[in-house]
């Protein structure tokens, strides 16, 4: 960022000396003296703020430069390379009293570079946020900021903080995982400096800051044993949100939204609730994680939409691991897909009826183009078993 503030600084303060018609313009010099001064101080926000100004201030006598300096925030904001070399260079932010770093850093592309699946609603909202940026210029050209900082709210499981991997790696910035652990303090006042040790980093890199369980340090101001500890942090919040850099994006997520304070929500450029996931997305992610196993017989009878009708209501992460534990017994027991995943269910599952229910779902779906034979070789059940089950169909 701070290669770009000296430009912004630089360029504009060449144009006004040499162009008198600026220099007529008591508002663009306050503006020009203003951004010298928070260039110094190194306040990214108010650099961004004052160039937007600058730029819609000589729009209309010298229409390149204004376009220039659109052009110069359009660039740091999309582009990740100022965060990546800053990461050598500028410390992460460490406690004073343990010495515990209160972030983790990931380069973009390291992890989560694969959009996780979800319903078509949220996969249009994260194209939105993703345009944003790419068009960053035409925004700008009209006096608009795109978002800066995301809430992401839904059960333990459904891709939330996945999906923050996934922002940050298609803006090509690092991704700052704040450290709650490390970050929350005993001491009074503590907390709140620590947290803001890390939301200026996050800022001076131009990186995607990531604060996962964010009702833990944004929780509702009203509980009567706190001693003044959260109100403070909830109100260090609350200004940072209300003056997010665009050369940065915050990401928060909460599987308690309840919990959040009031004054928090309004905050959000976007909240975004994330469900857990349909039949549909349940049947993508066992066709993504097994695939490589299902042959043109499992195909036929269509094993993920059966598999998928039993794992009903599980979260996305839930159906990942169970897609692993799937491939390792097949790898270490020699079990086939269907008996291994019907094994898998009834390891963790508390109803014993899985293999009836499995043909039942079957028989149901396919009809005629399955036998009570072949579902008895598929389930381990015998044939009478099986009969048993289906004919519970009505």
């Known amino acids: 960022?701070?290669?770009?503030?000296?430009?912004?600084?630089?360029?504009?303060?060449?144009?006004?000396?040499?162009?008198?018609?600026?220099?007529?313009?008591?508002?663009?010099?306050?503006?020009?003296?203003?951004?010298?001064?928070?260039?110094?101080?190194?306040?990214?926000?108010?650099v961004e703020a004052i160039s937007i100004s600058l730029a819609r201030s000589i729009r209309t006598i010298n229409p390149h430069v204004s376009s220039s300096i659109q052009e110069i925030l359009a660039v740091n904001s999309t582009s990740g390379s100022n965060a990546i070399r800053s990461m050598g260079s500028a410390p992460i932010?460490?406690?004073?009293?343990?010495?515990?770093e209160m972030a983790r850093i990931i380069k973009p592309h390291s992890e989560g570079?694969?959009?996780p699946v979800f319903n078509d609603k949220v996969n249009s909202w994260i194209g939105d946020i993703i345009e944003e940026r790419e068009n960053i210029t035409a925004l700008l050209a009209l006096d608009i900021t795109p978002s800066t900082n995301l809430l992401l709210i839904g059960q333990p499981g459904t891709g939330k903080t996945m999906l923050a991997h996934y922002i940050a790696s298609q803006l090509n910035k690092n991704l700052v995982i704040m450290d709650l652990s490390s970050s929350i303090?005993?001491?009074?006042?503590?907390?709140?400096?620590?947290?803001?040790?890390?939301?200026?980093?996050?800022?001076?890199?131009g990186a995607v800051l990531l604060l996962d369980e964010f009702d833990a340090i944004a929780k509702k101001r009203d509980d009567n044993t706190d001693l003044g500890e959260i109100k403070r942090v909830v109100n260090v919040l609350l200004m940072e949100?209300?003056?997010?850099?665009?050369?940065?994006?915050?990401?928060?997520?909460?599987?308690?939204?309840e919990l959040l304070d009031k004054a928090i929500w309004r905050r959000f450029d976007h909240i975004v609730e994330i469900p857990l996931p349909s039949l549909v997305e349940t049947i993508k992610l066992l066709d993504h994680n097994l695939s490589q196993f299902i042959n043109e017989d499992l195909k036929n009878i269509s094993i993920t939409n059966l598999i998928a009708e039993l794992l009903d209501g599980k979260n996305a992460s839930d159906i990942v691991k169970f897609t692993n534990n799937v491939k390792r017994r097949m790898a270490l027991k020699n079990e086939e897909l269907i008996l291994a995943s019907l094994n898998e269910l009834e390891l963790h599952s508390t109803d014993k009826k899985i293999r009836g229910k499995f043909c039942i779902?079957?028989?149901?779906?396919?009809?005629?183009k399955i036998t009570v034979r072949k579902l008895a070789e598929m389930t381990g059940l015998s044939t009478a078993g099986v009969q048993h089950h289906i004919s519970k169909i009505k």
């Open 113 to 115: 570079g694969i959009l």
């Open 93 to 100: 932010p460490t406690d004073n009293e343990t010495h515990l």
């Open 185 to 205: 303090s005993n001491l009074m006042g503590k907390t709140g400096h620590n947290i803001k040790k890390v939301l200026n980093y996050a800022k001076e890199t």
């Open 361 to 368: 779902l079957a028989k149901e779906m396919l009809g005629k």
């Open 241 to 257: 949100l209300e003056d997010w850099p665009i050369s940065s994006m915050l990401i928060a997520t909460s599987n308690h939204p």
């Open 1 to 46: 960022m701070v290669g770009s503030l000296k430009l912004v600084i630089l360029f504009s303060s060449f144009y006004i000396i040499m162009n008198k018609e600026l220099n007529k313009t008591d508002k663009t010099s306050k503006y020009l003296l203003d951004l010298v001064a928070a260039g110094l101080i190194g306040d990214t926000r108010k």
